[in-house]
């Protein structure tokens, strides 16, 4: 049985640019031993997938206490590394954000994603670099090889032809973060090949994007230079889809 050191240490190991990490995500026990089965090499859960699959809406609108139940399960039905959505951290103050990561380990994940989108727009760069840098404080303490996904919302939300003027921005943030001790860019909302391609060059954290629907992407991510494909909410719009029209079919008058 791998110890959560040798997960963290394996997953680590397969953030490869031009050789993606493709993350099928899941959002419970039942969901991540099915994406296991399917030859997955690591498991991410998805917060909205999470929230929508437990009655709440995303954002934190999870309670967190149901949120590290729900992990803690998940890490108990795989033998595969697990990494966890923990949003903007759950918590006001970077000490919040430390004792979220705290529990997330103790709950068997060995990596997370936190992301700098707030409410009102980005949180400032040096302020979220603080957030992240207590969150690598926690780590240390417990699991050191902790992978902390940093998530920028620069490009989610906005409008497609401003996306280059935002990608100077984003390596800035992106650096202040890696000097803070994240281990991985995530960019959702950037779809623009070339400035993927632009962003994975000069980006000094391996970078994730986002797939907006549930078609491979591995191949066209690779010769971009990507590290780590996620695939968010689209495995939960999949599975339910596919249950709705199950359900339909059942119920048709004989």
Same mark, same amino acid.
């Given at each position: 049985?791998?110890?959560?050191?040798?997960?963290?240490?394996?997953?680590?190991?397969?953030?490869?640019?031009?050789?993606?990490?493709?993350?099928?995500?899941?959002?419970?026990?039942?969901?991540?031993?099915?994406? =296991?089965?399917? *030859? =997955?090499?690591?498991?991410?859960?998805?917060?909205?997938?999470?929230?929508?699959?437990?009655?709440?809406?995303?954002?934190?609108?999870?309670?967190?206490?149901?949120?590290?139940?729900?992990?803690?399960?998940?890490c108990a039905a795989t033998d595969l590394p697990v990494t966890v959505d923990l949003e903007r951290g759950y918590g006001a103050q970077p000490s919040?954000? /430390?004792?979220?990561?705290?529990?997330?380990?103790?709950?068997?994940?060995?990596?997370?994603?936190?992301?700098?989108?707030?409410?009102?727009?980005?949180?400032?760069?040096?302020?979220?670099?603080?957030?992240?840098?207590? /969150? $690598?404080?926690?780590?240390?303490?417990?699991?050191?090889?902790?992978?902390?996904?940093?998530?920028?919302?620069?490009?989610?939300?906005?409008?497609?032809?401003?996306?280059?003027?935002?990608?100077?921005?984003?390596?800035? $943030?992106?650096?202040?973060?890696?000097?803070?001790? /994240?281990?991985?860019?995530?960019?959702? *909302?950037?779809?623009?090949?070339?400035?993927?391609?632009?962003?994975?060059?000069?980006?000094?954290? #391996?970078?994730?994007?986002? /797939?907006?629907?549930?078609? #491979?992407? =591995?191949?066209?991510?690779?010769?971009? *230079?990507?590290?780590?494909?996620?695939?968010?909410?689209?495995?939960?719009?999949?599975?339910? $889809?596919?249950?709705?029209?199950?359900?339909?079919?059942?119920?048709? #008058?004989?």
């Amino acid at each position: 049985m791998p110890t959560q050191t040798d997960k963290a240490q394996r997953f680590h190991s397969l953030h490869i640019a031009g050789r993606p990490l493709i993350l099928f995500n899941a959002w419970d026990a039942g969901s991540a031993a099915a994406v =296991a089965r399917a *030859g =997955a090499q690591a498991i991410a859960t998805g917060s909205w997938s999470v929230a929508a699959a437990n009655g709440y809406p995303d954002g934190e609108g999870l309670p967190f206490g149901l949120s590290m139940a729900n992990l803690e399960r998940i890490c108990a039905a795989t033998d595969l590394p697990v990494t966890v959505d923990l949003e903007r951290g759950y918590g006001a103050q970077p000490s919040a954000v /430390a004792a979220s990561v705290a529990q997330a380990i103790a709950a068997g994940a060995i990596g997370c994603n936190l992301e700098d989108g707030i409410d009102t727009g980005l949180r400032a760069t040096g302020e979220q670099a603080a957030r992240i840098r207590a /969150a $690598r404080g926690a780590a240390q303490e417990s699991l050191p090889a902790f992978f902390i996904n940093a998530r920028t919302d620069l490009f989610l939300g906005s409008d497609p032809a401003t996306h280059a003027t935002l990608v100077d921005e984003a390596l800035s $943030r992106a650096a202040a973060y890696a000097a803070a001790g /994240a281990d991985g860019l995530f960019v959702p *909302g950037l779809a623009d090949p070339r400035l993927i391609a632009q962003l994975a060059a000069a980006s000094p954290l #391996p970078l994730n994007v986002m /797939a907006a629907d549930s078609r #491979p992407l =591995a191949g066209r991510m690779a010769e971009l *230079g990507v590290a780590r494909v996620s695939y968010g909410p689209q495995p939960y719009l999949l599975a339910m $889809r596919a249950l709705e029209a199950a359900a339909r079919e059942a119920m048709q #008058p004989a």
